[in-house]
């Protein structure tokens, strides 16, 4: 044949079956299709004729899926439910045995079929992006019925938001977002026609398959997990022991290297190892973390994460062959003495630790015994003022406003007490929130402070103001007695040293409270105020060398072994306690919120001292100060205006931050 005839021959067959080649010609091959589509064009339900023209199914006739539904409008009745398994035998195995088709039944209408998944007329292959079972589309459809507040069959309550939180998952994200054919979907972990209830020992999602589910994808991982202790009695039967699930969750599995989950983690691990994260939660480590900062190490840091061993093993990050290499990761500097540190440290386990035991009592029955004294003190006192005040039989020695007046503080000595107040509110202020990080508005003060690390900062720089000021007035007091020979400052009534006297004044004291004999007179310093003196004196060492220990613990590890560490993180804590709620009830109330003072003393501000109150309040001190004629000499006006403004504003403020700061120590330690 001619090649003109073929050609001529190829355009008449092409002419003539171009039709059968369009989607509406697919479906259209007979005159019971055409009478299909002469209502379902239009009327419910609408077949897009183009759509399925590009289906696979578009070689098949209305009545290949829909049997029975000849003229069905006129008999007035729905046809019979599409066979999907009549064609797809396999599939429709799969689909008998899964949760679904478990859930069809009567008054169950909304349990999925197979067209709530793969649609209807519109069906395509899951290689096509159109698909609603493609591989980056599935999980949307999925999520018709497992997302948001939309009620779940087989008894799963409202509100799960599962496609939600998929969406929001590194996988999600790693399929909404990059594109990732490797990243899992719904089908990836639970199946495709044959998916099961997570209580089914068939499903994949049954806690015994969950750890070769996720190993489907993450095999390094699954191999470190089942070589782990974990692992290993996971394999043992001991189905209590964790899977992929419990640490990393179902749906809303994150990234581990977000500060959420590396925060989320050390939860995690304490649903099963509550003791320990109890232990864990005292220490600085805990404490950090608790406050929503990362830069510490968490369980894993130390444990390990899938290949997690018992001490005891070699292969354990913990034993103490590799202690020192495990510390060293984030402690450079970390020695065999430095990992002596017990990063679970318990104060009432005497076994574990007897010095740390012992310390931590000494520390309660000191603060306990401070308090429950000063406590009673100011109890009786503001009592036994307010019945002195009523009954007039004492009245209130008011600054006069024009007269005498006499020095009673220095600038020098104002200066440093200045110093002292703001360097004291700051270290509270900063230390605080890791003291007590178990409560709410710890994390909310660290966050408003900068975070932990600016914290920190300040911390320490107040911290070293305040030694800086320590050692000057150690520095004075040496120079006073060792080169002026001034031994006054040690004894005697310029005195802040206890002397015999001030057990008289206390038992005397105690009986003016209580009605029992009139209020003892005072000198220039009293005993309250002495012992004021003395718990700085005491406390700023303590504290001091405490805090210098934990903040250069690499180096201290030199010379101490690092249980010391945990029990300088005990004396640092009580003792900063301790300090700080003296100072803001028991010290507030005996300098400016007692009846006679209220609402503030401002002698320290602008170091004058009228006539009257030095009769009133310190009648052995004018007496003194008049027998040796040395009353003249420090006689001074009148405070400016300035400064009494000034006085008020500062303590003023010192007093609003200190009340303040202590309700929140005690709704700390009522929240516990």
Partial sequence: MHKWNVTVLNIVLAILFLPALSPAFAYAQNEKDESCMGCHQTEKPVVDRELLGQSPHRNLACLDCHEGAENHYLAGRKPQPVRCGSCHEGASADYAKSIHAQAVGPGRPGAPGCVDCHGTHGIFPAKDPRSSVNHFNLAKTCGRCHGGSKPVLNGRPPGENIYEHYRDSIHGKAVTQSGLVVAPNCAGCHGFHDIRSATDPASRVHRTNVPDTCGSCHAGVLNSYRESIHGQRFAAGLYSAPVCTDCHSTHEIRRVEMAAWKLEVVRECGTCHSESLRTFRDTYHGKVTRLGFTRVARCSDCHGDHDIQPGRDLRSKINPANLVQTCGRCHAGATAGFVQYDPHADPDDRDRNPVLYYVGWFMVLLLLGVFAFFGLHTLLWGMRAMVARWSGERPRAHPQKTGSYYVRFTLGQRILHGILIVSFLGIVITGLPLLYSESAWAARLARALGGFGAMGICHRIFAVILTILFFYHLIQILYWVGVRKDWGVLWGPNSLMPQPRDIVDIVRNFLWFFGLGSKPTFGRFTYWEKFDYLAVFWGMPVIGITGYILWFDEFMARFIPGWWFNVALLIHGEEALLATAFIFTIHYFNTHLRPEKFPMDL??????????????????????????????????????????????????????????????????????
């Fill in 603 to 672: 002698v320290i501000f602008t170091g004058r001292v009228s006539e009257t109150e030095l009769r009133e309040e310190r009648p052995e001190e004018f007496k003194r100060l008049t027998e040796e004629g040395r009353l003249a000499s420090i006689r001074t006006e009148p405070p400016p205006m300035w400064l009494k403004v000034l006085g008020w504003i500062a303590g003023g403020a010192a007093v609003a931050i200190g009340l303040v700061l202590f309700v929140l120590i005690l709704v700390a330690v009522f929240d516990r």
